[in-house]
């Protein structure tokens, strides 16, 4: 069977890799993970990753009005590195070929982020991990991955999430919410509804980037919906 998607990009929450535990590393989790990404690139797909910081530091909610915001978000950007040397390892640990590209340079420890590097990487069927996010305070890791799936060109942003879908309103606060099977951009905006933040969405919409938003808690519904099941929510 032949992948829906050729070239994608997987945007992975920091908390999803800390397991229940919120903080740290849950290598049981990671590995898991990596058993589907390693799958997904045996089946000939090419795949950026963008992992996020919040089990390590979450700028604006860790430093508040304690820090400078500026400041706080450089260590979220840190935070990033954390996780894509970890991923990076344990896909390394299981005969994946990956390379970590950073934003912000950090030459002893990865490659700075060079577009053109990338893609080759990708061509030659690297996995290639962004880290620091876009590198700029203000933008989140969500933003971070939409720039990137633009840049690479990648088909469709993949969302694993905590949760399996978009809902009409928080299931946990309303437990028959209609969850969406599609959903337009601009209804997400329109209807403030919790996808990513609004500039990595109207950065998505800007670019006609689809998004497939579905639970991690299940790591193989990364594999499925890049074979074309239709699962979680499609964002257009
Ligand atoms: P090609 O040979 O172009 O296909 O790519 P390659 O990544 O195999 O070759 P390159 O010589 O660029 O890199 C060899 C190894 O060094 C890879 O593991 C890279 O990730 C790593 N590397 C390359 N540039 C840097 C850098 O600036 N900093 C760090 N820390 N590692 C780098």
């Known amino acids: 069977m032949e992948p829906t998607y050729k070239r ?8 999803a890799l800390a397991g229940s535990a919120s903080r740290g590393l849950d290598f049981e989790i990671i590995g898991k993970v990596c058993d589907v ?6 089946a000939g797909v090419e795949i950026g990753i963008v992992i996020g910081g ?5 700028g604006v909610k860790d430093g508040g009005d304690r820090m400078e915001r500026t400041r706080a978000d450089h260590m979220g950007m840190m935070a990033t590195v954390l996780n894509c040397l970890a991923v ?3 896909l390394e640990q299981k005969g994946v070929s990956v390379r970590v590209q950073t934003a912000i340079e950090m030459r002893e420890i990865a490659e700075p982020y060079i577009r053109s590097k990338a893609v080759r990487h990708l061509e030659k069927g690297r996995v290639v991990i962004f880290g620091c996010g876009t590198g700029c305070p203000y933008f989140s890791t969500d933003t971070a991955a939409v ?19 978009v809902y009409e309103a928080d299931p946990k606060l309303v437990p028959d919410a ?8 601009s209804e997400v905006l ?46 257009y």
């Open 8 to 15: 994608v990009l997987l945007k992975l929450s920091g908390e």
């Open 37 to 42: 990404i390693k799958k997904c690139n045996e």
């Open 54 to 58: 919040g089990n390590f530091w979450r």
């Open 88 to 90: 990076a390892d344990v």
């Open 147 to 165: 720039l990137r799936a633009a840049e690479i060109n990648a088909d469709v942003i993949l969302l694993a999430k905590n949760i399996d879908g």
């Open 178 to 185: 209609k969850k969406f099977d599609e959903i337009s951009y």
């Open 190 to 235: 329109a209807k403030r509804l919790a996808v990513m933040d609004s500039t990595a969405t109207s950065l998505s919409m800007d670019n006609s980037i689809p998004i497939l938003l579905f639970a991690l808690q299940d790591p193989e519904n990364i594999y499925r919906v890049i074979m074309g099941e239709k699962i979680g929510t499609k964002v």
